[in-house]
């Protein structure tokens, strides 16, 4: 009994670690396709949900075209992007859900910054892909619209503050 015990617990570890280095290694994707203005990329990382909503693939990709020309007008570049570790992942109504945080360096007027944005992160097949929702457009009642599947008791970190860092 105990050898079953160890094969199971042993099972749950791996499938959990690996489900957490696809969702790293997913939000790094998407956040290098926020630097690099790749909103194909972008649009593949966005939550289905979201694309479905916002009009469609193409439409997506002008809204968030337009957002970074608003920001490239105003003397604001994004330089680089990471992500911190994930919160757990819960099983939210037959999909996973945790919260990322994204992390880019920009610059603005010659300033560099650091800013924080949370994710939520999401996979409809067990943890092998993972889609991304940007949370500083939403609240929770306003989430639950456009991922119906969010367990609104799941908690949402606040967001750090920016920080200037050295040139």
Known sequence: MKLIYSILLTLVTMTSFSQIEALKSDAKTYVNAVVFKNFDQM???????????????????????????????????????????????????????????????MEINGKKFKTFTNLLAAS????????FVNLDHYDKESLKTFVPRFDSDMVIPETPISIAVDN
Do not use: C, F
């Open 43 to 105: 649009v593949a990382y966005t939550h289905p949900n979201i694309i479905d909503l916002g009009g469609g693939h193409e439409m997506t990709m002008k809204t968030m075209s337009d957002e970074r020309k608003s920001l490239d007008a105003q003397a604001i570049s994004y330089l680089s992007g990471d992500v911190s570790d994930p919160s757990d992942i819960i099983n939210s109504n037959g999909e996973l859900h945790s919260i990322i945080t994204q992390e880019i360096i």
């Open 124 to 131: 409809l097949d067990n943890g092998k892909t993972w889609s």
